[in-house]
């Protein structure tokens, strides 16, 4: 049974095929410029992760307090700290996959509305077991909320600037870690470790109003058949662009090719098997190092070298600020060294000071806040932008749940990053951790360098047939 013909802007049948619907409204999306709508609806977006990088580092500047309250030990100090990942795990697979079948903007506000929840929760655990319930099933919100974003606003993004746009977003996450810090380091000392989790209920307040204020992505409803709504969308924003002065040129639409069935097979036929498990592979590699020293370092601090706590979450928001600076200078540098390029110099720099860690024996707290803190500056300009990067390998039938299952295994790295520190540090010692991150992130440039492509500049449909 066929479907029947869309109506043009004139009335009459559409007769083009969903191929060639799905195209118009992507070269219309390329020849724009960033239209009041898209930057903020960038913003409302760039506030709801703002929260979800507050919300996943929040527990490890509440850690040094609860170690000693609840009388924790390491190992299930990291197992509280991982919970959160593995949950992260789950909701990022889970909320991908649903994001391609009900579209992006439900998901999203579900799993906004799903991490506030447990922030309420986690105020009342008392003790390890209740604590790891909570943060793991506040990590299915914050894991769904991310990936789906970035999908999200990857589709109403252009080729030229996409970059250093999105990767501006991205560093919203980075400033919520840094807003933990801060939080933490004037709160925790006085009101307790229950302070960062009620802080963590405000974008409740503030984001599910301004959520109505979205529109779907376009290119999405035009891959699910829904042209005429995506047509809408984007025929507002071409208003609104040339309302403001701007002369729109021609679309040229890429050709797409008609695909009868999709699904997660898909991710492992083709090209995008190889960028399948090339992204993987990067996803796990940088995570585990950098996740695995942010979340252990205030702990570090306290425990190992016996700083006052003021001190210990001082050092541990000088670290994440570090991580900031080296994001922005990404940011808005990607578009033109390129991905890969940038990927591998990274991968290859971040070794070199924790080599140096490992082999002075890690012994002071100035040295493992300058080079561990340098090695995870490095680090985070991957981690940040590889949202970026996994939305580009895919089309949009796969993007989301694509980005979804990518990570994924950020959240297992992010997981096994705290065990691994807990399990090294208490078998062998510190600068045997930081001597295995070093031969991780190794792996990863060796994975870079041979199989990652090139994505700048290039339009999403061109890329991802």
């Not at 996959?97 to 506030?116: D, H, P």
């Not at 793991?136 to 746009?165: C, D, M």
């Not at 109003?209 to 025929?235: Q, T």
Request: glycine share 10%; with cysteine.
């Amino acid at each position: 049974m066929q479907t029947p013909p869309h109506l043009s802007a004139g009335g009459t049948p559409d007769l083009r095929s969903d191929a060639e619907r799905q195209a118009d409204i992507s070269a219309r999306l390329e020849r724009l410029p960033i239209t009041r709508r898209v930057f903020w609806t960038r913003n409302i977006i760039g506030a709801a992760t703002f929260f979800d990088g507050y919300t996943v580092i929040a527990i490890a500047y509440a850690m040094p307090v609860l170690v000693r309250e609840w009388g924790l030990k390491p190992e299930q100090t990291g197992l509280i700290l991982s919970m959160g990942y593995l949950g992260q795990l789950i909701g990022a697979v889970f909320f991908g996959w649903l994001a391609e079948r009900i579209g992006r903007l439900s998901v999203l506000l579900f799993t906004i509305l799903l991490f506030v929840s447990m922030d309420i929760a986690c105020l009342f655990a008392w003790g390890a077991a209740s604590m790891m319930a909570f943060r793991f099933i506040q990590g299915i919100g914050t894991g769904g909320e991310v990936p789906v974003a970035s999908a999200y606003i990857n589709e109403y993004i252009g080729s030229k600037g996409r970059g250093r746009f999105f990767l501006l977003y991205e560093v919203m996450f980075l400033f919520g870690l840094v807003g933990a810090g801060l939080i933490a380091r004037a709160l925790v000392p006085v009101y307790g470790w229950q302070a960062m989790f009620i802080v963590g209920l405000v974008p409740a307040a503030i984001l599910i109003p301004l959520r109505f204020f979205m529109k779907e992505s376009p290119r999405w409803l035009a891959a699910k058949g829904r042209y005429a709504e995506a047509d809408r969308i984007v025929s507002d924003l071409e208003r609104s662009a040339t309302a403001r002065g701007h002369v729109l040129p021609e679309p040229k639409p890429v050709p797409m090719k008609a695909v009868e069935r999709s699904g997660v097979r898909e991710l492992f036929s083709g090209i995008y098997r190889r960028r399948t498990l090339t992204i993987w592979s990067m996803w796990f590699c940088s995570y585990l190092v950098a996740n695995g020293m942010i979340a252990w370092l205030p702990t570090l601090y306290r425990q190992t070298f016996n700083l006052p706590l003021e001190t210990a979450l001082l050092y541990g928001l000088l670290t994440s600020v570090a991580g900031v600076v080296a994001s922005v200078a990404c940011a808005l540098l990607i578009d033109k060294v390129g991905r890969k390029r940038w990927y591998t110099f990274a991968f290859l720099a971040a070794p070199i000071p924790l080599l140096a860690l490992a082999w002075i024996g890690a012994t002071s707290p100035t040295e493992v806040l300058i080079l561990a803190g340098l090695a995870y500056a490095i680090v985070q300009t991957i981690t940040f932008s590889l949202y970026l990067y996994s939305a580009e390998l895919y089309p949009t039938r796969l993007r989301a749940i694509g980005t979804g299952l990518g990570s994924a295994w950020l959240r297992l790295g992010s997981s096994a990053g705290p065990i691994v520190v807990g399990t090294i540090m208490g078998a062998a010692g510190i600068q045997y951790v930081f001597a295995a991150f070093a031969g991780i992130l190794i792996v990863g440039a060796l994975v870079t360098m041979l199989f990652a492509i090139e994505t700048k500049g290039r339009v999403l449909e061109e890329l991802s047939p």
